[in-house]
């Protein structure tokens, strides 16, 4: 503690002593000054006052240089202590897993529209003013009809007279066709007897038969077709 105080009061002196100096410096440049201002005698301007002014470093920089570093300074000296380096903090570098690949859009192929079922509209309906078709014929009628039109032709059957002479006998298939009243319309030899004699009188016989009895009432056509055999007989 003594020391520090003497250090100080050491210190305040030279700092005193340094403040004298300059002030001395100070006043005798300003009084260099004035007199530069006033002419003397004898002074022609030929001649000028140099004043070389060195920085005064001051007794307090010597006396610190002087001084070697003793215990005391060293106490007032800051205590720095080497610090630790800190470790680097390590830097972990995260890696991003790659971005998902986009799966392919799967495009279903459009389902097929369902076939649509014409629209039928219905019939209007439209009452029968007509009376149905009687029914056919049965044919046990029609037989009993075929026989009358072949006896109808035996009866008028006749035999030529020369034809019986020189006895000319045969059969001779007479072909014919009548219409609803049992008129002829046609008449043929469909095959000969081997005598025309006898053949003539098969086409006259057919044509002094008619009218032959008219077909059924439902009975179908307009004309009827027929095929009887004539056969010519001496007895």
């Given at each position: 503690?003594?020391?520090?105080?003497?250090?100080?009061?050491?210190?305040?002196?030279?700092?005193?002593?340094?403040?004298?100096?300059?002030?001395?410096?100070?006043?005798?440049?300003?009084?260099?000054?004035?007199?530069?201002?006033?002419?003397?005698?004898?002074?022609?301007?030929?001649?000028?006052?140099?004043?070389?002014?060195?920085?005064?470093?001051?007794?307090?920089?010597?006396?610190?240089?002087?001084?070697?570093?003793?215990?005391?300074?060293?106490?007032?000296?800051?205590?720095?202590?080497?610090?630790?380096?800190?470790?680097?903090?390590?830097?972990?570098?995260?890696?991003?897993?790659?971005?998902?690949v986009p799966e392919p859009e799967v495009v279903l192929?459009?389902?097929?529209?369902?076939?649509?079922?014409?629209?039928?509209?219905?019939?209007?309906?439209?009452?029968?003013?007509?009376?149905?078709?009687?029914?056919?014929?049965?044919?046990?009628?029609?037989?009993?009809?075929?026989?009358?039109?072949?006896?109808?032709?035996?009866?008028?059957?006749?035999?030529?007279?020369?034809?019986?002479?020189?006895?000319?006998?045969?059969?001779?298939?007479?072909?014919?066709?009548?219409?609803?009243?049992?008129?002829?319309?046609?008449?043929?030899?469909?095959?000969?007897?081997?005598?025309a004699a006898l053949d003539q009188e098969t086409i006259?016989?057919?044509?002094?038969?008619?009218?032959?009895?008219?077909?059924?009432?439902?009975?179908?056509?307009?004309?009827?077709?027929?095929?009887?055999?004539?056969?010519?007989?001496?007895?």
């Amino acid at each position: 503690m003594i020391a520090a105080l003497r250090f100080d009061h050491d210190d305040l002196r030279l700092w005193m002593a340094s403040a004298a100096v300059v002030l001395a410096v100070h006043a005798a440049g300003t009084a260099m000054l004035l007199r530069w201002h006033e002419p003397l005698e004898g002074d022609d301007g030929s001649a000028a006052i140099v004043v070389d002014l060195a920085p005064y470093l001051g007794p307090a920089s010597e006396s610190k240089q002087n001084l070697a570093p003793g215990p005391e300074q060293q106490q007032f000296a800051p205590t720095t202590e080497p610090q630790p380096e800190k470790p680097e903090a390590k830097v972990e570098e995260k890696i991003e897993p790659p971005p998902p690949v986009p799966e392919p859009e799967v495009v279903l192929p459009p389902e097929p529209k369902p076939l649509e079922k014409p629209q039928v509209e219905p019939r209007p309906f439209v009452p029968q003013t007509t009376a149905p078709p009687p029914p056919r014929p049965s044919a046990a009628r029609v037989a009993s009809w075929h026989r009358q039109i072949v006896l109808q032709i035996e009866r008028h059957k006749g035999y030529p007279a020369a034809a019986q002479a020189k006895h000319q006998t045969g059969v001779a298939q007479l072909a014919f066709a009548i219409n609803r009243q049992g008129r002829v319309v046609a008449s043929r030899v469909a095959r000969s007897s081997g005598y025309a004699a006898l053949d003539q009188e098969t086409i006259a016989t057919v044509q002094r038969a008619q009218p032959f009895p008219p077909p059924p009432p439902n009975m179908a056509g307009e004309t009827f077709d027929f095929t009887v055999p004539i056969r010519f007989n001496i007895r």
